[in-house]
C-alpha cells in the first residue's frame, strides 16, 4: 500500500509540474527573440536582431536568405564587457560602445556581400559572419 501511496505522490507532483509549465501568453511579441519582421519589397522594412552577452555568445538572427535593402539592425546587449561590431563589404562600419548596456538600433543599407560581426575586445572567439545576394 505504501508503494501505491508512493507511486500516487509522484504522480499528482508531476501533474503539478506539467500544469505550472502551461499557461502564459503565446501572443506577446519578443524582439529579442523574433528572428525577423517581414515587410513587403526586397529587404526594405526588415529587422535584424543582435545579441551579445551576458557570457560570451553573439549572434545575428535573420540572415538566411538576405538580399540588398534596407533594414533595422536591432542590437540586445546584455554586457558592459562585449560590444556588437558590423562590418560591410562596403566599407560600411557601426557598433556599439563596449561600456554599454541595453538596445540599440541602426538603420542600415546591405548591399551583396560577405559581413562580419564580432566582439572588438574577444573577436578572435566572438565573432560571425553572413551572406547577402
Not at 511579441?29 to 526586397?42: I, K, L, Q, R, V
Not at 529587422?47 to 549572434?59: K, R
Not at 536591432?74 to 541595453?102: C, R
Amino acid at each position: 500500500m505504501s508503494r501505491s501511496r508512493a507511486a500516487l505522490l509522484i504522480l499528482l507532483f508531476l501533474l503539478g509540474l506539467a500544469v505550472a509549465g502551461c499557461g502564459g501568453d503565446d501572443n506577446v511579441e519578443n524582439p529579442a527573440t523574433d528572428a525577423t519582421t517581414e515587410a513587403s519589397g526586397t529587404g526594405g522594412g526588415k529587422t535584424l536582431n543582435g545579441s551579445v552577452g551576458p557570457g560570451f555568445d553573439i549572434s545575428l538572427d535573420g540572415t538566411d536568405g538576405l538580399v540588398a535593402g534596407s533594414y533595422t539592425l536591432v542590437v540586445n546587449d546584455q554586457s558592459s564587457a562585449h560590444n556588437f561590431h558590423l562590418i560591410g563589404p562596403d566599407g560600411s562600419d557601426l557598433s556599439t560602445d563596449v561600456e554599454a548596456e541595453g538596445e540599440q538600433s541602426f538603420e542600415v543599407e546591405l548591399e551583396a556581400g560577405e559581413y562580419k560581426f564580432l566582439c572588438d575586445p574577444h573577436a578572435s572567439s566572438m565573432n560571425g559572419s553572413f551572406t547577402v545576394g
